[in-house]
């Protein structure tokens, strides 16, 4: 998928593989929604991906637990006007593909790399997320 003008969801996007994730995204154009337990960290990134002269917002929100915080982060991003593609990191595959149904109109699951590098494996999430159509749900 194009990625320029695009709406990424970012879960754990504080800090790490997400935080380099949502840079990425936001070189390619997309605007990112960064989903982090941290507000401090979540909106450190958020600054970051502003600097970068796309919108980037910051969500204190832990959508592992389920419950109020999906929700918060799914309705966060409807007002944006609605998620394009959701990469996770630290969600089990049933979380991660739970709230893609609540972001997404057709979540697709697209496993991720389990590389331990942060540089390789955020560039391999950027290449997966070019190849996939709208929907996309990235596991990490």
């Given amino acids: 998928m194009l990625l320029r003008w695009r709406l990424g969801v970012v879960v754990g996007g504080g800090v790490g593989v997400g935080h380099e994730v949502c840079l990425r995204l936001a070189r390619s154009g997309s605007g990112v929604l960064v989903v982090d337990p941290d507000a401090a960290s979540a909106e450190a990134t958020a600054a970051a991906v502003r600097q ?16 109020t915080d999906a929700a918060l982060v799914a309705g966060r991003a409807r007002d944006l006007g609605g998620a394009d593609l959701l990469v996770t990191t630290g969600l089990g595959a049933r979380a991660a593909l739970a709230l893609g149904r609540d972001l997404l109109a057709d979540p697709v699951l697209v496993p991720g790399p389990r590389d331990l590098d942060v540089d390789r494996t955020a560039a391999a999430v950027l290449g997966l997320l070019r190849d996939a159509e709208p929907g996309a749900v990235v596991l990490l």
Wanted: no cysteine.
């Fill in 52 to 67: 970068r002269r796309v919108s980037g917002w910051s969500l204190q929100a832990d959508p592992s637990v389920g419950g």
